[in-house]
T-cell receptor, first 114, second 109 residues
Framework: DTGVSQDPRHKITKRGQNVTFRCDPISEHNRLYWYRQTLGQGPEFLTY????????KSRLLSDRFSAERPKGSFSTLEIQRTEQGDSAMYLC????????????FGSGTRLTVV | DAKTTQPNSMESNEEEPVHLPCNHSTISGTDYIHWYRQLPSQGPEYVIHGLTSNVNNRMASLAIAEDRKSSTLILHRATLRDAAVYYCILCFGNEKLTFGTGTRLTIIP
């Protein structure tokens, strides 16, 4: 297993454009998380899935953000009408549901909105 | 979410042990104590976790106070590759992790 993969690694987009990021978790992990991280801060939780069900969304996840995990495997995070404040590192993590299991994070997608 | 308090930064000499403290006075009985670290331009990496007893793995040791209101991550022999931001996080079951700002560890050659 190659761990959690995120694509692309970097994305530069113009304000107002839509962007989509992909996350491929560890295959046997049934939980998948999205986080956002800005410079100097710890990662902030956005949303998570158990299999294909989206179980929790943060208040940070505005209407412009949508996440899917259609077959309980890979996930996509879409941002519509991007704003400069969306510039951040978007991190994906996966885990196996259970008591106190460790999470595996991907290397992230760095988004720059110009 | 129960909060943790960590020093903003610490320094340690290479090849010496490092003790990274974390206070979590509002921890509940079902909260696990997780430690992750993040190297520059990478996602966080799992280090260790525990509930009540001290834990050891190949990366580090976790010492948990008897009242569980504090814990210490121990790197037995620091190397330059251990320079990172270390996050202490309380997590109920396998729910979401809530990160603080962590401790930036600098290793001095």
């Amino acid at each position: 297993d190659t761990g959690v993969s995120q694509d692309p690694r970097h994305k530069i987009t113009k304000r107002g454009q839509n962007v989509t990021f992909r996350c491929d978790p560890i295959s046997e992990h049934n939980r998948l998380y999205w986080y956002r991280q800005t410079l100097g801060q710890g990662p902030e939780f956005l949303t998570y899935f158990q299999n294909e069900a989206q179980l929790e969304k943060s208040r940070l996840l505005s209407d412009r953000f949508s996440a899917e995990r259609p077959k309980g495997s890979f996930s996509t995070l879409e941002i519509q009408r991007t704003e400069q404040g969306d510039s951040a590192m978007y991190l994906c993590a996966s885990s196996l549901a259970g008591q106190g299991k460790g999470y595996t994070f991907g290397s992230g997608t760095r988004l720059t909105v110009v | 979410d129960a909060k943790t308090t960590q020093p903003n930064s610490m320094e340690s000499n290479e090849e010496e042990p490092v003790h990274l403290p974390c206070n979590h006075s509002t921890i509940s009985g079902t909260d696990y104590i997780h430690w992750y670290r993040q190297l520059p331009s990478q996602g966080p990496e799992y280090v260790i976790h525990g509930l009540t007893s001290n834990v050891n793995n190949r990366m580090a040791s976790l010492a948990i106070a008897e009242d569980r209101k504090s814990s210490t991550l121990i790197l037995h022999r620091a190397t330059l590759r251990d320079a990172a931001v270390y996050y202490c996080i309380l997590c109920f079951g396998n729910e979401k992790l809530t990160f603080g700002t962590g401790t930036r560890l600098t290793i001095i050659p």
